[in-house]
């Protein structure tokens, strides 16, 4: 479409919105924080994503996963997030991966080597099997933590994984990592706010505006290491 991205030009110039025209991500989890994340790219002029999710769209969902809407409850989140990004951008490829991602299934979620992937799930297993991954490989990536139960987005910021505090899935996931051998100086998105206690419910409680600040913050690293590295 034409001047769809002449305001990322203006910011970015031609020759770097051409190495996002041409760059691959590959994005695990569309909650809120995933979500966030792929649409910030798509507007951003990413011109392949590969996006990774099980589920389907529930009304739990509807406060803050931007694929989620009354029409959609119901639906593989990856069908209802793709026809999303190509209502936005219908130049763009998108490969949609419907797997639970764990040490056995996180190699068929990669037909080609990407130039980025971004961690946005919240299973402890499926993030250490994408991190192990990605450290074998040498694909750059970038991993969100927990943002349930926070309410400031001023207090995310930007770490690796042995400088992490105030995080219980950090925590167990600082633990693990060192067990599994992956580096703990992994970049990683996490909150420095103590979370809110657990309410009788037993279900994580999330607003919209820690997630999706989240996300968007994956999203600057993801562009800008993109930006940076490529030839």
């Not at 490989?137 to 987005?153: D, S």
Request: aromatic share 4%; glycine share 8%.
């Amino acid at each position: 479409m034409e001047n769809q991205f002449e305001r990322v030009i203006n910011v970015l110039g031609k020759e770097n919105l051409e190495k996002l025209q041409n760059s691959h991500v590959v994005l695990f989890g569309l909650g809120g924080v995933g979500s966030f994340s792929a649409e910030a790219l798509v507007r951003s002029g990413i011109g392949k994503m590969t996006i990774v999710d099980s589920d389907k769209v529930e009304p739990s969902n509807l406060n803050r996963q931007l694929e989620a809407v009354q029409t959609t409850v119901g639906q593989d989140k990856t069908d209802a997030l793709k026809e999303r990004m190509l209502s936005i951008n219908p130049d763009i490829q998108v490969i949609c991966k419907k797997i639970l991602v764990d040490g056995e299934t996180v190699g068929s979620c990669f037909d080609s080597k990407p130039d980025y992937v971004i961690d946005a799930i919240d299973d402890t297993e499926g993030k250490l099997a994408i991190w192990k991954y990605c450290q074998n490989n040498g694909i750059p990536f970038i991993a969100c933590l927990g943002t349930a139960r926070k309410l400031n987005p001023e207090k995310l910021i930007i770490t690796t994984l042995n400088k992490t505090e105030k995080d219980p899935l950090a925590k167990k996931l600082r633990y693990l990592a060192r067990r599994n051998g992956i580096d703990m100086k992994l970049k990683v998105v996490c909150s420095a706010e103590e979370a809110l206690p657990m309410n009788e419910s037993g279900v994580l409680g999330s607003m919209i505006f820690v997630p999706a600040t989240a996300g968007l913050i994956c999203r600057k690293e993801c562009i800008k290491e993109i930006i940076d590295t490529a030839e």
